[in-house]
Every structure is written in C-alpha cells, then in structure tokens.
C-alpha cells in the first residue's frame, strides 16, 4: 500500500526543479474549509462580531493554517474561518442600509440561501477580504491566496423596483469602486493571488436561459477588471462552480457549453473551473480547450467537496492526465471543485475529510507532474 513517503514533497521537488528550469503543476485550494464545532456553535449562540469570539476565530485560523501547510499545498488560504457568514455577504454583512429579504439561491436538495437587499445608498463595504489576509499573513509560511466575491454577484442586492434618490447607475459606480479596492487592498497585503468568485454565472444560465442576464455579469464583471493593468489581471483569477452547500448544488444541470464561452471572456488570467463532479469531464474539456486564450491559466478541479469519497492521489493523478490531453501542461493548473465550506454553518463535509482531499489534490498533482516530465 502507498504511503505519503511514495510521494514527491512538492516543496523538495519543486525547488529542484526549480534550478532545472523545471515546474509543478501549480495547484491552489478554492477557499473555505468547514469552521470547527466550538467555533460554530459560540457564533449560533450569539453576535459573531462580539469581541470574545476573537480568540476562537483567532484558534480556527491558526489550526487551518498548520494542518494546511502540512498537506504540502503550496498556496493556501485561511479557510475562510472567518467570512460571516458566507463568501457571498460577508462585506455587507450588517450593513444598516440593508433589508433581510433579497435574492434567493435554490439548491437542489431544497433548501434556499438569502441574500440582503440594500434599502438606501450609498453603497459601502462594511469590511474588506484583505482584513482576512492580515491575520493569516501571522501564521502562514507560504503565499496565501485572497477570494473576493463578485461585482455581479453583490449587484443582485440592488432591487428591481429601484431605490429613490440612489439610481442603479449610482450604485454600480459604487459597486465598481469598493470592488476595486477589495482587489487592491489585497494585492497591498500580499495577496499572491485574488480569486474572484463567480459560481452566480453558472447559475444565471439557469435563472435566464436566454444568456442576457449571464451577459450582463460578464460586462459587468469586465468593466472592474478593466482598472487593472494586463499584469495585474495575470494574478487575477475567476472561480467557476454549481454551487456547493451542504453537499448540494444549485445549477449542475445547466450545462457548462452554456457557460464556458462567455466566461472566457472575462479579463483574467486565472480561471478556477469545478471539473471533477462532472459527469462527462472529456466534455467540458473539449469546450475549455476551444474557448481558452493563449495568455490563460486553466486550474481544473480534481477534488469534488461535496462527495464523502476522499479521492486517491492515483484518482487526482489520472484526472490531471485526462486534462493534459486537452489543456497546454504550460497553462494547466490544479484546484479544488469549490470551497469545502462556503456557507459558514455547512457541516456537511468534517475537517478532516476537506484536508484528506487536499492533501490528494497535492499528491496527485505531483505525481502528474512526474508523469508529464514538468519535474
Ligand atoms: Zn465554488
């Protein structure tokens, strides 16, 4: 039977092959991790923004960081542990100017997600992702990588029969404006990647079939990467996904033709594609390698959050094979599907479990790497 010993040490093999001129596969996680239990249960039993939490955030970060940086992954992030209460809200979370009752995300096992509804404007940020990084950067030896959420996923928020006095032009200047800054802030911090999360593009396929409302996100999308220089973009990524919330998600059904050729559109160099949960992979590939540019980095996932099944790193390994049949090895990269825990309550998936995962993705990884002849 394999043992970790088998395997190369990404560190090791990458720093030798580094002086051959050599690289691995890169790969990096999503974002989030499932929070622990006595994390979860002091922030049900009350205000997650009291004071007194601050030492069982503080002891969830450092615990994620140390068991992260133990399965090998190169860049890490905080796990999220303490984006309240989602990766979708949590810069608007607690905003006065906000209503409980906006947009609604269904999942498939039933179950919805609200979002809130802003009631006035201005529009402002209560708080910025790089607030996340600058606790992480304490404890974390290697890069961190920074998930922001979208200008088309906060633009929801802003309710169809207007608001007097703040028009939805206004508020897109000012969406625009603070996204630019998340991004920004987080560079200044160090981020070595800011992901942009977009698993609502998927889903506007299936709220609008039509493609228009899918369309707007990406317009809208562009026009904040457009303040950024071709640089800049180039350590920019976009997180693609069916969603995943208590192991079920809410647009696998659309399929990802529909998608995939508007998303390349985006002006990112990164782009971060649930692949592993898909039921025909040498199809999506197809379509990813048609539409992908020559300048574009494809991480495709090799690890499914929302399956119990901990993949094996020879599973990982031939899944990045398939891919390299596809996608350039020099413009291939590897990821998790999504997030192991987006929605801060999600107990679906232990900690243990999300860190076997990685800890797969990265052994499997190096074992393709091996196999392609990149180390
Ligand atoms: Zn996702």
């Given amino acids: 039977m394999a043992t970790a010993f088998d395997y190369p040490s990404p560190a090791r093999s ?16 999503i974002g989030s991790l499932p929070r622990p239990a006595t994390l979860i249960e002091a922030v049900e039993r009350g205000d997650a923004e009291d004071a007194r939490l601050d030492q069982l955030y503080d002891a969830a970060i450092r615990d994620t960081i140390q068991r992260f940086e133990a399965t090998g992954s190169p860049v890490i992030t905080d796990g999220e542990q303490r984006k309240y209460h989602n990766f979708w809200t949590y810069c608007v979370h607690g905003l006065s100017n906000t209503a409980p009752d906006g947009f609604k995300i269904p999942f498939a096992a039933g179950h919805t997600r609200r979002m809130p509804r802003l009631t006035a404007g201005p529009f402002r940020y209560k708080r910025y992702a790089d607030s996340y990084l600058e606790v992480a950067k304490r404890y974390a030896t290697v890069p961190i990588k920074q998930a922001v959420i979208s200008p088309s996923a906060l633009s929801l928020m802003y309710p169809v029969e207007g608001i007097p006095d703040y028009s939805r032009g206004e508020f897109i200047d000012d969406l625009l404006a603070e996204h630019e800054l998340e991004i920004r802030r987080c560079f200044d911090k160090g981020a070595h990647k800011v992901q942009i999360d977009f698993t609502e ?8 079939p039509s493609g228009e409302l899918l369309h707007s996100f990406i317009d809208l999308n562009n026009l904040a990467l457009s303040r950024f220089s071709r640089e800049e973009r180039q350590r920019i990524g976009v997180h693609t996904c069916p969603g995943g919330d208590r192991d079920s998600t809410h647009s696998a059904d659309v399929d990802y033709s529909e998608l995939l050729p508007s998303l390349f559109q985006l002006r990112v160099g990164n782009f971060y594609i649930a692949l592993a949960g898909e039921t025909d992979r040498a199809r999506v590939l197809k379509t990813i390698r048609q539409y992908m540019q020559p300048d574009h980095r494809v991480f495709v996932g090799v690890v499914a959050p929302i399956d119990p099944h901990v993949e094996t790193a020879e599973e990982v390994r031939d899944r990045i094979l398939e891919a390299a049949e596809y996608i350039p090895v020099a413009q291939l990269g590897t990821t998790d599907d999504c997030g192991f825990s987006p929605f801060s309550d999600d107990t679906s998936t232990t900690r243990d479990t999300a860190f076997a995962k990685i800890r797969a993705r990265v052994q499997g990884t190096a074992l393709a790497s091996k196999a392609l002849g990149t180390v």
């Fill in 201 to 208: 593009g998927r889903l506007a396929m299936k709220v609008d």
């Fill in 14 to 29: 990458g720093s030798t092959a580094q002086a051959a001129g050599l690289n691995m596969i890169p790969t990096e996680p």
